[in-house]
Every structure is written in structure tokens, then in C-alpha cells.
């Protein structure tokens, strides 16, 4: 038998128990504060919050939420009235350390009472100083993650992530990508495949996120280094908030406001035309779409 | 005879000219940076950034470009290929004092060679803390520039001010309002009617900002009214990358991405559920649409 929303809805409330208690043992010392919010439509969620000694901001976010699609988007879909389900789990972290990357997953099921189901999701990982080992050991996991499922999943959801987190006004990625997937149906796999891929994505988080954490949370930093740490912020936000179109949605319409927003940095700074050190430039001359970091040797 | 587009832009160029040493000499040790730029199509700009004592960080911006409207542009205005001229002054200051607030001006002029003309523009503030006293100054000076011209403008932009400058998905006001307008043509007033009414509107500028300044600027302030600030420039932030139109038109057509987003605070922060204590409250409470501040008396 296929698994039913409400299968998945536990699965992925578990998997938020499974990430939160192992990011308070990774930070040491902070702890998860939970708001639990319901939507006037139907559903809710909790929101889960983290400020710790390592971790300056984090949030890991479920929500399940239902109630009837409205008319500008089942007309776009194609298809016709219906009550709709949608299900995910949403995580983004701002170390406090300019050596540690934010990291950001999403893993979400959405089904429509006529028929309709499609699974999305991804990790990505945004490096303020790119480091050549971490970025190809992020890609390696991920690509190991994809290819238990499906050999074609890597290089299809790598290139849909560097096309997807791309910061057009800057001509910039975010980061060093990832992967990104949506939309994938009943063309793509089983409900059962499609719900075990998304499971092993969410489950892949921690051990990718500890391997990044282990190796640069107690680096050293200087003042310039958390200072170009809060400019590439700034980007972050500028995508966030200019192209990301999950944000867009819950903006448009009336979301929770702060749960959508957790995402935003906990301190940012813009200057008009930042002077970039050679460091620095060499983490932006990364920035790049279509950079194979699985087999990356140094030019 | 009608003013031509290179009266009306040297025009321009003066007042940013009077602007930036008003404010050099207002802020007492600040002096502009410049960036002259030319854009590929035609045209180009001077954008000239402010660090002082008092301004943390401010930017003052001529431009005057042209080239052939693109044919999306064109066909939503109902007119055929042509080619366009659109010179501008743009203003924010973002006040290192969080009593002092964030100003922005705009005063624009636009012509196809086809016969099309109009003019936009406004004044607007963003408080961190609403002063009753100095929100009623403001909106009285804005009223007594607009009566000057005509007593149907304040009315009508204090209005057109409300609605622009809204951030919906936080259902605030930006700040305290101001006056907005745009597309204003033949249907309006004539060419020199206009011009005079928008140099006017730009020369308001100084006294208003002044006035703002003085009262503000040396006031004393604690950790936690600075900590409101950067977080009300959060808002700020908010509003410009989400739903200011002249912001996104730029990041959309490749304008200049540093004059563009000048109007971005040095710094900022975003707290998942700020707290706010008495004092904020009460600024909140007065970030709405339709209060008559020439006339505000506390409830």
C-alpha cells in the first residue's frame, strides 16, 4: 500500500525531532524553542528555534497545512477545484563562526484531493570563504545521498540548484549550490520511492551539516573575516528576498510572517561597493554556476 | 517656451549639487564619495556616498539615461518603438542616532521622443521612534510645498504616499508616510509646471531634513534604542527588495546594482519575534495608513 499524507506528515514531524536533538548536542549549549501556530484555512505548524554558542540563528520548521486551493492556482495547474495538502520540513542555520557555511534543506509533499501528488526539496550550502576540501566533500555526500536512489538524480538536481540559487542581479550563486528538486510526481517515481528519496535527503542533513561544523566551528577568526561574513549575508537576504519564490508565496499570500522569515540572517551590513581582499575574491570567483566541486582540482 | 530635457537635467544636477554640500555641512565632518558611471545603452549617472558622523551611511544620486525602450515596456503603455530619456535624483540617509530618522527623497522626469512626458517623485520618513511633534512638522512642510502649487497635491500624495509606501506582508507602514506621486503629465499640468513644482519638492529637502536633524541628532541613546534601529531597518530592507517598484525594475533590466541599492542600511537585524517593550509599541502603533499628522492630536 502507498503511504497516505498523514504516513508522511509523521514521518517528517519526526524527522524535525530527529534534526533538532542532534543540533542542540552539536551546539553544546542551545536549546530549541518551540512555537506552535495553526492557519485560519487549516493545519499549523511549529516553528523551532535556535540560538546557541555556535549556532547564532537556526530554524527548523515543520508545517502540514490544507484547505481549498484557490482559483488562481488550480486555473495555472491545470486542473480543477480541489482541497490541497501540503507538508514539509524547512531548515536554514547562521553560524556565528565566518568559517562555518549556512546551510539551508527543505524536503516538502504536497497532494491535491483530485489525484495530484508531487514531492520537492534540496540542501544547499552557502560558504562565506569557499574551501575547496569542504565544498567537494558537501557535493560528494550529497551525490552518495542521490546515487542510492538513482544515478540520474545528482547531476540533474546539482544543475536545478546552481540555476535555482542564483542571485541574478549580482550574477552570483548564493552558494556553492547543492541540490534542488520540485515537483516530482508519479512521471518520477512511486509515492513510496518518492517519500524513501525525500527521507534519505532530510536523514543525509545532519552528518553532512556535523562533517562542515566539526572542521571550522572552533577556527579562529579575525574581525575583517566576521565582518565580510555579515556582507555576504546581505546577499543571502537579497535572494531571499528578491528571487527565492517559496518566500515570494508565503508573502503573497499572508503567510506566518516570522516562521517564513526565520530564514533572514540574524545581523547583516551592505556598503556601497565593499573592497574585496584577494581572499575574499577567490571565494566570489566561486560563485559560478556548473562547477563540478565532486571532481574540483584547483586550476 | 517649455523647459527641454537638457534644461530639466541640468536642473537636476544642481539641485544634487545644493543637496550634497547641505548635508556635508549638516553632518560637519562627511564628505560624498563619487562614482561617475556611463551606461552601455546611453546616458549614465553620478552616485555620491556619504559616511560622517551623524550619516552612517547616505547616498545621493543623479542620473540621466536613455536609449530605445524595450518592446515590453513600450506595448504596456500603448505607444509604438521609441526612444526614451529619463533623468532622476535619488536620496536615503540612513542616521547613525536611531531619534534621527530615515529620509528618503525622489524627484524624476521622464520623455519618450514620441511625445510622451511625465514626472514623479515624493518625500517620505521613517521614524525608528515616532515624534508626534516632529511627524506634524514634517507632514506641514510637505503641505506647504505642495499648496504652493496646488492645494489638491498634498491631499491627494499624502495618500498615494500611504499606499506605496506599505509593507504588506507585515501590514506596516515604512514609516510615517510623506507625499509620492507619478506619471504626472499634460492631464496634470504643463512642462513648466511641472518642473517647477518637482524643484520645489527637491529644494523642501534641506529645511525639512534639517529641521529632523537638529532636534534629533545629538539626543543621547541607549544599546536597546540602537538595537530597534537596526531591526527597524530590517523593515526597511524588507520593503525595498519586496515591494518597491523602482528598486525591482532596476534589478530586473541590469541597472546598476551598487547606485541601485545604495538605499540598503549599513547594518541590520532580524530577530524571530523581537520583543518589543512599551516604547516600540508605540511606534508600531503608529505605522498605519490615513493618520492626519498636520493635524494629529494624541488619542
Redesign the interface.
Known amino acids: 500500500m502507498e503511504p497516505d499524507k498523514y504516513y508522511i506528515k509523521e514521518q517528517l514531524m519526526s524527522l524535525q525531532d530527529e534534526i533538532c536533538s542532534s543540533l542542540e548536542a552539536l551546539d553544546g549549549t542551545g536549546k530549541f524553542h518551540e ?1 506552535k501556530w495553526e492557519r485560519p484555512g487549516g493545519g499549523g505548524g511549529r ?1 523551532r ?1 535556535i540560538t546557541g554558542q555556535h549556532i547564532e ?1 537556526g ?1 527548523v520548521n515543520f508545517s502540514a497545512v490544507e484547505g481549498n486551493m484557490p482559483e488562481k492556482i488550480y486555473s495555472k495547474l491545470g486542473i480543477g477545484p480541489n482541497r490541497f495538502f501540503a507538508t514539509g520540513v524547512s531548515i536554514v542555520l547562521h553560524p556565528i563562526n565566518p568559517h562555518t557555511p549556512i546551510i539551508h534543506m527543505n524536503v516538502r509533499y504536497f497532494e491535491t484531493d483530485n489525484g495530484l501528488w508531487w514531492f520537492g526539496g534540496g540542501i544547499d550550502l552557502t560558504p562565506h570563504y569557499v574551501d575547496d576540501v569542504l565544498a567537494t566533500h558537501f557535493h560528494e555526500s550529497l551525490k552518495a545521498c542521490c546515487d542510492n536512489a538513482n544515478e540520474s538524480y545528482y547531476p540533474e538536481f546539482k544543475k536545478w540548484a546552481d540555476d535555482y540559487f542564483y542571485v ?3 550574477k552570483e550563486t548564493r552558494g556553492i549550490g547543492g541540490i534542488f528538486f520540485d515537483r516530482l510526481d508519479k512521471n518520477k517515481f512511486s509515492k513510496q520511492e518518492g517519500l524513501d528519496y525525500i527521507l534519505s535527503v532530510g536523514r543525509s542533513f545532519i552528518p553532512i551539516y556535523t562533517h562542515q561544523f566539526s572542521k571550522t566551528a572552533k577556527l579562529d577568526y579575525t574581525d575583517r573575516e566576521k565582518e565580510w561574513q ?1 556582507h555576504r549575508r ?1 546577499r543571502y ?2 535572494f531571499n ?2 528571487w527565492d519564490r517559496g518566500t ?1 508565496f508565503g ?1 503573497d499570500t ?1 503567510g506566518n ?2 516562521s517564513i ?2 530564514s ?10 565593499y573592497p574585496y581582499n584577494e581572499k575574499e575574491q577567490n571565494t566570489l570567483d566561486k560563485l559560478k554556476k556548473g562547477i563540478d566541486w565532486v571532481n574540483y582540482k584547483e586550476v
Open positions: 512555537d516553528t528555534i540563528k530554524g541574478k542581479h549580482r555579515l546581505g537576504v537579497e528576498l528578491v515570494k508573502l499572508d510572517i516570522e522569515l526565520m533572514l540572517p540574524p545581523e547583516t551590513k551592505w556598503t556601497y561597493r
